[in-house]
């Protein structure tokens, strides 16, 4: 089990449908499912980022439900889940708090469902994790996939998640799931 | 590839909290995060299996939708991942569907969050599906999980998936993707 393994779900920026560089709205179902399956695969912690204050104000009223009100007594494993979920208004945020909390230099690593010219393979990636005791930050892009804007904080990119078929559009919540799978699995 | 897998999302006969046999209402992210997953590793059929009229309707009303309504053009990669969703009112009309359409005994394979004694890992249950040209209908659980008294239908079980850690309560969206990648992934 590798120890220090953090996830973000970026919300800017990152591309619409049309292409244009947008902030997206932060979705419930979103912080459910990527923080459950975070939990499953020991991961440390679940960034969500928007720099939208009204959004943060969403996500914080969910993970107060969660974490400490009715949704405590209602769903306790939901708030083993929440209790990994962490919220920063930008990736630069996110990085410099890692980097605080454990004291090392953060390996950023993007996905995409778009090939990357350099990308490592998951089990690339696996490898690199288990020779490396620094944190690594995996960043799954909403939208229509996290803008080139973001692309120098990069240090890594991971292969899209292909099945067998030529169908390419898994949601956000599959990738992460997936990705950790493969990352994490046994 | 193999090319013979259906899958299944059951709403009845389902526990819930409690550990009542109860109909779970149809969600509408599980139609879209299934159908992406399984379009994307080659399902043929996404079946979901409601004994609810009015959920039944429900279902329809999405499916015509992203199949015939406005969400053709604006997003047609979605209408690639309804074609293959397909609606049943039972488990048992489901086996029967799947074995008019092939002509073959369907292998029928449950999953659960829980261990069953006789379960076969992903490994196991790849080799068999490699072996076996009749068709496999992985069945997928809503709510607290599939009943036991559907138990009967079983042919095989399948592993739960556990992370790495103590923490088992991915969504059935999260677990069905995972299922298929370690099923079908490259």
Same mark, same amino acid.
């Given at each position: 089990?590798?120890k220090?393994l953090y996830?973000a779900l970026?919300?800017?920026?990152?591309y619409?449908?049309r292409?244009?560089?947008?902030?997206?709205?932060?979705?419930?179902?979103?912080?459910?499912d990527?923080?459950?399956?975070?939990?499953t695969y020991?991961v440390?912690?679940f960034y969500?980022?928007?720099?939208i204050?009204?959004q943060?104000?969403?996500?914080e009223r969910?993970?107060?439900?969660w974490?400490?009100?009715y949704?405590? *007594?209602?769903?306790?494993?939901r =708030?083993q889940?929440? @209790?990994? !979920?962490?919220?920063?208004? #930008?990736?630069?945020? *996110?990085?410099?708090?890692?980097? =605080?909390?454990?004291? @090392?230099? !953060?390996n950023?690593?993007? #996905?995409?469902?778009?090939?990357?010219k350099?990308?490592?393979?998951?089990e690339?990636?696996?490898?690199?994790?288990s020779?490396?005791?620094?944190?690594?930050l995996?960043v799954?892009?909403t939208?229509w996939?996290?803008a080139?804007?973001?692309i120098e904080?990069a240090?890594?990119?991971?292969?899209?998640?292909r099945?067998?078929?030529?169908?390419?559009?898994?949601?956000?919540?599959s990738?992460?799931?997936i990705t950790?799978?493969r990352?994490?699995?046994?």
């Amino acid at each position: 089990m590798y120890k220090n393994l953090y996830i973000a779900l970026l919300h800017y920026p990152v591309y619409n449908k049309r292409g244009d560089v947008v902030t997206t709205a932060v979705t419930n179902l979103d912080i459910h499912d990527i923080s459950r399956a975070a939990r499953t695969y020991g991961v440390k912690g679940f960034y969500i980022i928007t720099p939208i204050e009204q959004q943060q104000a969403f996500v914080e009223r969910i993970l107060h439900h969660w974490q400490k009100g009715y949704g405590v *007594t209602y769903n306790p494993s939901r =708030k083993q889940a929440f @209790d990994i !979920v962490r919220l920063e208004s #930008t990736l630069e945020d *996110t990085i410099l708090a890692i980097s =605080k909390e454990t004291g @090392d230099r !953060v390996n950023v690593v993007f #996905t995409s469902a778009a090939s990357h010219k350099k990308h490592l393979t998951c089990e690339d990636l696996k490898e690199k994790m288990s020779e490396n005791k620094d944190p690594f930050l995996i960043v799954f892009g909403t939208g229509w996939g996290i803008a080139e804007e973001a692309i120098e904080k990069a240090d890594f990119f991971v292969e899209p998640i292909r099945g067998n078929s030529d169908y390419n559009h898994l949601s956000v919540r599959s990738a992460a799931a997936i990705t950790l799978d493969r990352l994490c699995g046994q």
